[in-house]
């Protein structure tokens, strides 16, 4: 019996010896924390169940939305090591592309932000898709004419981007100027639904995104996993120059994963645009929303990129209804502090793995 | 080794820096009231901005987009101590204000190199970034401090004046504050703890397997780069009388980066150089009627070309003068093969450890 205690006890000894203390005391304050947020989420749930569900619902179509823009930036940037600055822009641009074509479909008379949608599915799909071609191919052009010859350089990609992101920025606040507004959804989607096992409406179209999202998602993953085009990517995130060395045109992957990651960028702007609104300030704000989705879920992963949008659009959403009256405004610490917590466990993102 | 060869190149950096120097030093007796106050002091704070930012990346190896956010951290938590409208009720002296402002600034410039610190690269200015326009976010929401609308008519202490109609002591501020930052950075690169900063700059790796502490000398470097920024941003406040969430958003952001990267991103007097240029071209172009209201199209210009043609900056052209003057004198192959004075950073804008 005391046999079997000295042989179990060296064991764990040299278990917790290969994590320093500090590190175990961390853990142990994040667990904490992580209680702590949960009951008080559960004790929030349980006086008042409708609110709960709508704050939800709130955060997890945000979270689809963000995850749809995050994915072409975690896409782009595992493939390539890029990371593209302009993502944010591009995503603003499609917004914008989208909110002028559909102007200029309806004769001026679908885009108000509030009262009933006066747009029939081709003044919401041809935008839609027009924008979104626009953008990839703004994206694709990007790459060819600025990122290709310095591949493997990743501070000055990364500074070409910020520079296409400021002149961006400056022509659209030229040619649309800074008034927010949003599309319009289809009058075919029925307004709102009804949740079943409760009196409760939802606006149709956030489903309607997150629908989007998780399609994507799964696209996504069946490209990467099941495609040829797939196992290209996936061997060159892990070594471009034996991909190249095999004869594969990794220019060519290189090309389509741009014009891919801006099309989401596009896809989201299109879609954030109807769901929220198409704002100059979009730029910035999507841009940090794609960085702190990879950070937290850790770059180039795709499932990482999906846990990274559903954090962050839960505590978003909660923060928000949740933290004590009179400080809810300080809500935006809830997603700083977030930040925190999974860097200080994880450096490289829950899911990421050293370059 | 040439000898004139060599003498001509020293008084090819040191005569242009000494000219300089002789000349702001008159600058009040030079030019009007508006160039000193508009171009001339404004260039000199961005200048100690744009240092902090140069700071990290010459010598530790760190780009951080954070330094606008601690700037404003400073910035605010000063305007919020005195005496203004806007912010919290505190009507507290000048002088200790600034005090606890800088104080401020260096404890989360600690707090979030602790966290920054363990990624490196790419991942290291991300996460900056994301902190970056977080804080942006934060001041913007939280009215209690600032709210979009910003702290304004911040008390000063009496040696500042009024920045507009009595422009020369704020002038002889943040000149004497510039040098004193300048001096300082040069003095620390030569001491043992500068020169750790630079090993762990070169190599991480060997650098712990000597046995220092990487991840807690980047912390140490990050919160002298948040001390170097608050000084900045005191005087940026002193400058504006105002400071408002705009003050520290991206644009601003990316203002002090386009600033060091024209300067030049490996050299410390990069900072002042690209500031000079970037506060003249920016008085220069607003009179332009090509140019108008357009100025940030020609600054993300003037920013993507130099990204594109020369890495290093105005100082890097510089250098290629110096080298190609030395090279024609000495009428052989470079005098020696690292550019620069001894102590300088290298120049190895392409390598990942000089992310």
Sequence with gaps: MSGQTAAVAPERRSRFATVPPGTLALRAAVALVLVFVAVWVAYKAFGDPRTFVIVGLNGLTLAGLYFVVASGFTLIFGLMRVVNMAHGSLYMLAGFFALELQTRLTGG????????????????????????LAVGVIGLVMQQLFLRWNQGQELRQALITIA???????????????????LAPPDSFPESVHLPFSDLTYPFFRIFVLLVAIAVGLALWAM???????????????????????????????????????????????????????????????????????????????????????????????????????????????????????????????????? | MNRSALSLERALWWGPGLLLVLVLAVA????????????????????????????????????????VALYGIAGFTMANLVVADGGSPVAWDPWPATLVGILAAVAAGLFIGAIASRS?????????????????????????????????????????????????????????????????????????FGLALQGVRDDPSRMRALGYNVPFLRMLAFGLGALIASFAGIISVWWNTRISPGSIDLARTIDVLVIAVIGGLYRLEGAWVGAFVFAALDNWTRGLDIVGQRFNTVIGAIFLAIVLLSPGGLMGI???????????????????????????????????QAL
């Design chain 2, 120 to 192: 490196y690269g790419i991942y290291f200015l991300m996460i900056t970034l994301a902190v970056g326009v977080l804080t942006y976010y934060f001041f913007g929401q939280v009215t209690q401090l600032s709210g979009f609308g910003g702290v304004n008519n911040v008390t000063r202490p009496g040696i500042v004046s009024n920045p507009v109609t009595d422009p020369q002591n704020l002038f002889y501020i943040a000149l004497g504050t510039s040098a004193v930052v300048y001096l300082f950075v040069r003095y620390l690169a030569r001491t043992p």
């Design chain 2, 28 to 67: 009040p007796l030079l030019f009007t009231d508006f160039y000193l106050s508009q171009v001339i002091t404004k260039a000199l704070w961005l200048g100690i901005a744009a240092a902090s930012l140069i700071f990290l990346a010459a010598y530790v190896g760190m780009v951080s987009l954070g330094q």
């Design chain 1, 224 to 355: 990467i996993q099941r495609t040829r085009f797939g196992m290209i990517v996936r061997a060159g995130v892990d070594d471009r120059q034996m991909v190249s060395a095999l004869g594969i045109n990794i220019q060519l992957v290189f090309a389509s994963a741009f014009l891919l990651g801006a099309t989401l960028a596009g896809l989201g702007g299109v879609l954030g645009g109807t769901m929220i609104s198409v704002d100059k300030a979009n730029d910035t704000q999507y841009l940090l929303i794609s960085l702190i989705v990879v950070i937290i879920g850790g770059m180039g992963s795709l499932a990482g990129a999906a846990l990274g949008a559903l954090a962050l659009g839960l505590v978003d959403s909660f923060g928000d209804v949740y933290l004590p009256a009179g400080y809810t405004n300080y809500s935006i610490l809830l997603i700083f502090g977030l930040l925190v917590l999974v860097l200080a466990v994880r450096p490289l993102g829950l899911f990421g793995r050293p370059a």
């Design chain 1, 109 to 132: 008379e679908a885009t108000s932000a509030f009262g009933s949608s006066q747009a029939g599915l081709g003044d919401w799909i041809i935008p839609l898709v027009v924008a979104c």
């Design chain 2, 318 to 352: 510089w250098q290629s003068i110096v080298d190609f003057l030395g090279r024609q004198l000495s009428g052989g192959p470079p005098a020696r093969p690292t550019p620069g004075p001894a102590d300088e950073p290298r120049q190895a804008t392409d390598s990942p």
């Design chain 1, 164 to 182: 296409i992101s400021i002149i961006i920025a400056d022509q659209t606040l030229a040619h649309f100027g800074g008034i927010a507004e949003s």
